[in-house]
């Protein structure tokens, strides 16, 4: 049942990205809303710098946990969340570049009133994101120990990106870029309940 849901959610995802990668240049360029380009200063753009980096590190998260585990089950999902989030990272760059705007932000979480992560120097920038120090340790574990460090790091990505993505469907101009969001949000949520399930059956639980 599990893996038929771990499927179903990857199936979700290819066919979000398939549907965002259709959208035309002139429909990037007028906000899809006919709002026009959105400013550096947007939510629409915010959003698009910030979760391309919170992305960014679920896929280094998911490879390191994919070499240091045979647990096909954890490979397959940690495979699934890379492909799924460095595509949808190309999307928003791809964006970014669309409406001429910078690609890294001054001041992180600003567009949703919350500043950077005063952890910020640990490589915590955002809400969720793993500290320098965690991503070592992932790096340094192997097996059991490996999976479950990797299972409560990615739920509380997640849970991050999801408050991110909320944010965005709340915040942001861009139709496209809403739906995005909110795909985002459904598909991750459903990845927590399935790494809860996870954690349960290797005698643990996430951390917060």
């Not at 994919?66 to 096909?72: A, I, P, Q, V």
């Not at 909110?182 to 290797?202: F, H, N, T, W, Y």
Request: net charge negative.
């Amino acid at each position: 049942m599990r893996h038929a849901q771990a499927g179903w959610i990857a199936g979700a995802a290819a066919a979000l990205l398939v549907a965002v990668g259709g959208i035309t240049y002139a429909v990037a360029q007028d906000g899809g809303s006919g709002s026009g380009v959105p400013t550096a200063g947007s939510a629409d753009a915010g959003f698009a710098r910030d979760m391309a980096v919170h992305h960014q590190q679920a896929v280094e998260m998911s490879y390191i946990v994919r070499d240091r585990t045979g647990d096909e089950e954890v490979r397959r999902l940690a495979y699934d969340i890379a492909q799924t989030q460095a595509n949808q990272r190309g999307m928003l760059l791809g964006w970014l570049d669309l409406w001429e705007l910078p690609k890294v932000s001054p001041d992180p979480m600003d567009w949703m009133g919350m500043g950077a992560m005063p952890s910020g120097e640990d490589g915590a920038l955002m809400p969720g994101m793993a500290t320098d120090a965690e991503m070592e340790r992932l790096g340094r574990l192997n097996g059991r120990q490996a999976e479950v460090f990797y299972l409560q790091l990615m739920t509380d990505h997640h849970k991050g990106g999801v408050h991110m993505a909320e944010g965005c469907v709340d915040r942001c101009s861009v139709d496209v870029e809403k739906r995005l969001a909110q795909g985002m949000v459904e598909g991750q949520q459903s990845e927590i309940r399935l790494m809860a399930d996870m954690l349960k059956e290797r005698g643990a639980a996430a951390r917060r």
